[in-house]
Nanobody
Framework: QVQLVESGGGLVQPGGSLRLSCAASGFSLDYYAIGWFRQAPGKEREGVSCISSTDDNTYYAHSVKGRFTISRDNAKNTVYLQMNSLKPEDTAVYYC???????????????WGQGTQVTVSS
């Protein structure tokens, strides 16, 4: 079955860390750009970070730059989002998505995971 599955979300205190995983099954992530997005209640979905398919170029939204790091492990067919110094405003459902043979930002994502909840609260 072709799918993306996010994991690693949870409840964390402000200043804490989480590592999200985006695992692919049924296809290889090797040739895909991967994007991480988030959507908070009542807000539009926003792009958080992405990694290109060709040269592993990375992009971060201004709001997370310096705190989040995206990486890929092709052997595990998984992409990670390491989130440090978390803030309450990082609370959202986080989604990963793929775009074949694409650079980012600007990729057109056509396969999405189901999302994982991240809650930052004391």
């Amino acid at each position: 079955q072709v799918q993306l599955v996010e994991s690693g979300g949870g409840l964390v205190q402000p200043g804490g860390s989480l590592r999200l995983s985006c695992a692919a099954s049924g296809f290889s992530l090797d040739y895909y750009a991967i994007g991480w997005f988030r959507q908070a209640p009542g807000k539009e979905r926003e792009g958080v970070s992405c990694i290109s398919s060709t040269d592993d170029n990375t992009y971060y939204a201004h709001s997370v730059k310096g705190r989040f790091t995206i990486s890929r492990d092709n052997a595990k067919n998984t992409v990670y989002l390491q989130m440090n110094s978390l803030k309450p405003e990082d609370t959202a459902v986080y989604y990963c998505a793929t775009a074949l043979y694409s650079s980012c930002p600007g990729a057109e994502y056509d396969r999405w995971g189901q999302g994982t909840q991240v809650t930052v609260s004391s």
